[in-house]
């Protein structure tokens, strides 16, 4: 049984005599049905939305650009990290070349730092958006979204160590398979423990760290806007942009604020066993529990697409008949546009009073 980052049962804590025991079939079972489950839900959820956001491109805000590549994201770890482990799982071993098991790697590493900085870079856009609407209505014409970039490219060139980290090799005689040999034991806990803090750790803490500011933001907003009302003043123009804030754009900050919780609910138990298998020899990997908590990260590929359908209010008219929907929905385009055309002016106009 092979994992995500590094093979922990078979790569990291066992010989290479290990390679030719029997594995537990009943725990491979289990295993495969949940991978198949997690496969088809993933696809099948992501090709639709993508397929919905494909066809309104034109009419895109800024945020659905950041879920149609988060979408992308949750694609490619479908398609490269769930169905090679899927097939991995159903063969007991790695059927391929050199090269392939260096490719699947490489991919299966992309998809989790697309789908960690993907959502870091919506975080970020919804800050800028609501503690610096100006800059955001600056950047909003440029061609190529800044963000979206930067995560990809991250992506590609973190996953580079993968390459060669990971080779066909010989676990027992005659009996190949697609590991990475470490130096024990500061071998895997230093590789295991640098993947936690650069695809997990770092990301969570910039996306708690953006939505602090964002609630106290809106909270000083709203106490400014209270006061004023309970004393019967009139509202500053700065105090009134709270209105605009609150119905355009804290819809789209919740929705973030969801999606990040469930990315930190899907992916701890993952790299909680991770770095628990690496640091204790006697970790109990070889039960059904420490598989489920393994496969649990998979089931965020599934859950952003639905969470995004819930909030825009598209979730069944998409799963019934999602070729019958033709009516574009502009509402949340205009609504952010008209938002951050007023907080122009409102900043313009308190600069003059």
Not at 277 to 305: E, G, K
């Amino acid at each position: 049984m092979s994992w995500f980052i590094v093979n922990v049962s078979n790569t990291t804590l066992e010989s290479p005599l290990s390679g030719g025991e029997p594995r537990d079939e009943r725990l491979a079972q289990v295993e495969i049905a949940l991978l198949s489950v997690i496969f088809i839900t993933a696809g099948l959820l992501n090709s639709a939305l993508l397929s919905l956001l494909w066809k309104r491109r034109k009419q895109l805000s800024r945020m659905r650009v950041f879920v149609f590549h988060l979408c992308v994201a949750d694609l490619v770890v479908a398609l490269f990290q769930v169905c090679p482990q899927l097939m991995w799982d159903i063969t007991d071993r790695f059927v391929g070349p050199d090269i392939l098991c260096r490719i699947v790697k490489y991919l299966q590493v992309v998809g989790m730092f697309a789908s960690s900085y993907m959502i870091v870079a919506m975080t970020i856009d919804r800050y800028q958006a609501i503690c610096n609407p100006m800059v955001t209505f600056q950047r909003r014409r440029a061609r190529w979204n800044g963000p979206v970039c930067a995560a990809w490219c991250v992506s590609f060139v973190g996953s580079l160590p993968q390459i060669f980290i990971f080779s066909r090799v010989e676990v027992a005689p005659g009996v190949y398979d697609c590991w990475a040999q470490f130096v024990k034991p500061w071998g895997p806990r230093a590789y295991v423990t640098w993947t936690t803090l650069v695809i997990f750790a770092l990301p969570v803490l910039v996306v708690i760290v953006c939505q602090v500011r964002i609630c106290h933001t809106v909270r000083s907003n709203f106490h400014v806007k209270t006061q004023h009302v309970a004393a019967g003043q009139p509202l500053s123009s700065r105090a009134s942009s709270v209105a605009g804030v609150s119905k355009a754009r804290v819809k789209t900050v919740r929705m973030t604020v969801v999606i990040v919780l469930a990315y930190i609910t899907c992916w701890t138990p993952f790299f909680t066993v991770q770095l628990w298998s690496v640091w204790d020899v006697d970790a109990p990997i070889q039960t059904v529990t420490f598989t489920i908590l393994m496969l649990l990260a998979n089931l965020n590929s599934c859950a952003n697409p639905c969470i995004y359908l819930l909030f825009s209010g598209k979730l069944p008219e998409t799963l019934v008949a999602l070729d019958c929907v033709r009516q574009p929905d502009r509402k949340e385009s205009v609504l952010e546009d008209a938002t951050m055309v007023s907080s122009l002016y409102i900043s313009l106009k308190s600069l003059s009073d």
